[in-house]
């Protein structure tokens, strides 16, 4: 399986340190806890980044990393998004979700976790935890220039 990121060009070097997640907090961690977000398809990575990035940022330089994961990793599964709170896809701070996060990266019982899109919840989005030992076994693809096409941030 292959997983993908988008990062702005600034970023691509420490892509996968777990530092930026670490620093804000995500939909499922709070500050403190490392860990990487990447998608299941390259076109949902970069639907990802544009809900999340500021307008002004998007005529930037950005890229496209993806990781070979192999067949071996375990990866553990959040399952039906219907279990979850009636509104962890419209709130971007639901504390159960970031507690969920939290515990699964300090137990250690996967390097990924599989979690629904909350932009296309048939879709999935992954967490990384950066200190398992799985992660030894991933393999970073060679990065990839991306760039925005304009109409889908520029109001006519």
């Known amino acids: 399986m292959v997983l993908w990121r988008l990062v702005p060009e600034r970023r691509a070097a420490t892509v996968w340190d777990g530092e930026g997640a670490r620093i804000y907090g995500g939909r499922w961690n709070n500050k403190g806890t490392a860990c990487v977000y990447l998608s299941e398809h390259l076109s949902l990575s970069a639907l990802e980044t544009l809900v999340h990035a ?60 599989r979690v629904p899109s909350a932009i296309i919840p048939h879709e999935s989005n992954f967490v990384l935890n950066v200190a398992h030992a799985d992660f030894k076994r991933m393999a970073p693809q060679a990065q990839r220039d991306f760039f925005f096409d304009p109409r889908l941030y520029l109001t006519p």
Not at 73 to 98: C, F, M, N, Q, Y
Request: glycine content about 6%; hydrophobic content about 45%; charged content about 25%.
């Open 54 to 113: 500021a307008r002004a940022d998007l005529p930037g330089r950005y890229v496209a990393c993806a990781l070979w994961v192999p067949d071996e990793v375990t990866i553990e599964d959040i399952g039906d998004p219907s279990r979850l709170s009636p509104h962890w896809a419209s709130a971007p701070d639901v504390p159960e979700l970031k507690a969920f996060g939290d515990k699964w990266v300090k137990a250690g019982r996967s390097a990924l976790l």
